[in-house]
C-alpha cells in the first residue's frame, strides 16, 4: 500500500508539456545547441520529427529553429506538394555544423531534452520509497512460494518499513540474494523518471530501459489516453519501482557520476537510478575495494537521505539518496565493519540453513520442476546418509542443484531420470567434489597425530619417570 501525498502543486511528471521554452525551465541557448546536435548526427529533419526526437511540442521547437535561421546556422527546404509546414525539412549550414560539433565536444548528448535537477528531486520526493507501508499480509503474498524461515519474513517485511538498511547475512547458498531480490515485489505504485536531468548545462542521461521496467499493473488514463498525451512527454510514466544489484564487481568509482572523455557522455551511478527502489549490494566483501571503504562511502546518504556527485567541471551537487540498501554478505556484520557503521543498520538480518521440513519441501519442488518422481527413501539417504555423514547444512540451494545433476546423468545415460541412492551418490560426489572423503582423511591425521604425541620417546620418558 502506498501513502497518498496531498501537494499544493502537481508533482513534476505530472504537469502538462511545456508550451514555450521559459516553460521548459531549461535556458534558450542551451536548447539551441541541444537541436543543433540533434540536426548534426540526423542529417535533414522535419520538425514533427524532431518534436518526436526532443520529446518537445512544435511550439518550443519553432523559435528554436527560426534562432539557427537568423544566425545563418541552418537553413530549410519543402520536400512534400501539401504546403504545410510539415513538407519543410531543417538542416544545418557549413557554420551550423562547426557549431554543433563544437557543442558536442563539451557534452555529445542528443537525445530527449532534460528536465532540471530540481523537477527531478521534487518527483523523487513525491514518489519516496518511504511512503511505502508493508504488511505481514503483503509479506505472505509476495513470498507465498517462497521456503523460508517465517521469522526472516517477518523481520524482512519489518525492515521495509524502517526506511533504513538492512543487513542479510548467513552461508553461502542459503538464499540471501534470492530473498533480498523478491524484496521488489514488495514495492508497490508506479513511478516516473526523466529521460535526462540538466545539472549547470550538463546534461546526464538518467532512463535506463534496462533498469526502468514498464509496471504491469500500469493502466491508461480513463480519458483514452488524451491526458497522458497533453503531459510532459520528457518523463517516462508507468514504470515499476527499480531493483539495482551489484556485486564483486562494484567499486568506489562506480558508485560516482562518471564522465567519459571518449564519448563525451555522463554515466549515472547505480544507486542514483535505483531512486524510488531497493539496491542490493550483493557479496559484501568480495568487492575490489575494502568493505570498510565501501560502507564509509554510504555513512552520510544514509544517515540523511542525499548523496552528493560532481561533474567533470568540478561542480558538487546534491540529489536524493531514496533508496531502501540491503547489504547481502556470507561474512558476520562484525567482521565488515565498525560500530559507527553497524549501528546505521536498522536491521542485521541471518539467513538461516533450512529445517528438515523445509528441505524436504524445496527437494520436492526441484523434483517437479525437473520432472523427476520423489522418492521419500532416497531422500531420507540424503539427509542421513549423506548430509549427516559429511555434516553439510541443510542449504536452499542444494536441491536444485543436486536434482540437476541427477537429470544429467540421466541424459547421458539415456534413461528416464530416477532418483535413488546410486543417483544422489554420483550428484553428491560431484557437487562437493570429496569434501566427505577429505573430512575423514583429515580426522584420521588428527588422530594419527594424536596417537604418536601420546607414544613413550626418549624426551617424554624422562618426564614421566
Known sequence: MLTQQTNASPAPAAMRAPRTTDETGLPFLFLVELLSKVLFQRGQVRLPELASHLKLSVSVITPLVTHLRNEKLCEVTRSGSSGTDADLTYH?????????????????????????????????????????????????????????SAQVLDQLGAAMNSGRAMFIYGLAGSGK?????????????????????????????????????????????????????????????GLQRPTALS???????????????????????????????????????????????????????????VDYLSLHTGLVFQVPFDVVVVFSSNFLPERLSDGAFLRRLGYKIEVPPQTPAEYQQLFRQ?????????????????????????????????????IRQVRDLARYEDTPPVLNQ???????????????????????????????EQQPTPHNLGRLG
Not at 550538463?202 to 498525451?229: M, S
Open 422 to 452: 546410486r543417483a544422489l551418490d554420483w550428484a553428491w560426489h560431484n557437487y562437493f567434489a570429496g569434501a566427505g572423503a577429505r573430512r575423514v582423511a583429515a580426522e584420521q591425521q588428527k588422530k594419527d597425530r594424536e596417537r604418536r
Open 366 to 402: 526441484a523434483c517437479a520442476q525437473y520432472g523427476i518422481a520423489f522418492d521419500a527413501a532416497a531422500f531420507d539417504y540424503l539427509l542421513s546418509g549423506l548430509h549427516a555423514r559429511d555434516e553439510t547444512p541443510l542449504l536452499a540451494c542444494y536441491p536444485r542443484d543436486l
Open 92 to 148: 544545418l549550414t557549413d557554420a551550423g555544423m562547426q557549431r554543433a560539433v563544437a557543442a558536442i565536444h563539451r557534452n555529445a548528448y542528443a537525445g530527449p531534452a532534460p528536465v532540471p535537477l530540481a523537477a527531478y528531486v521534487a518527483q523523487m520526493a513525491v514518489q519516496s520509497v518511504r511512503h511505502l507501508h508493508v504488511t505481514r499480509d503483503a509479506v505472505r503474498t509476495a513470498f507465498h512460494d517462497v521456503v523460508a
Open 247 to 305: 556485486g564483486g564487481e562494484l567499486t568506489l568509482e562506480m558508485l560516482d557520476l562518471r564522465f567519459d572523455p571518449n564519448t563525451r557522455l555522463y554515466q549515472a551511478p547505480p544507486h542514483l537510478k535505483a531512486n524510488n527502489g531497493i539496491f542490493i549490494i550483493d557479496d559484501l566483501g568480495r568487492q575490489r575495494c575494502s568493505p570498510l571503504e565501501l560502507m564509509n562511502r554510504w555513512i552520510v546518504p544514509m544517515d540523511r537521505g
Open 177 to 237: 540474494t534470492f530473498l533480498a531480490e523478491r524484496l521488489c515485489h514488495l514495492l508497490h505504485g508506479a513511478i516516473a523518471v526523466p529521460y535526462a536531468i540538466m545539472i549547470d548545462n550538463e546534461v546526464v542521461p538518467f532512463y535506463d530501459p534496462v533498469q526502468h521496467q514498464p509496471a504491469a499493473a500500469a493502466a491508461p488514463a480513463d480519458d483514452g489516453g488524451d491526458l497522458l498525451r497533453t503531459l510532459d512527454a520528457r518523463w517516462v510514466r
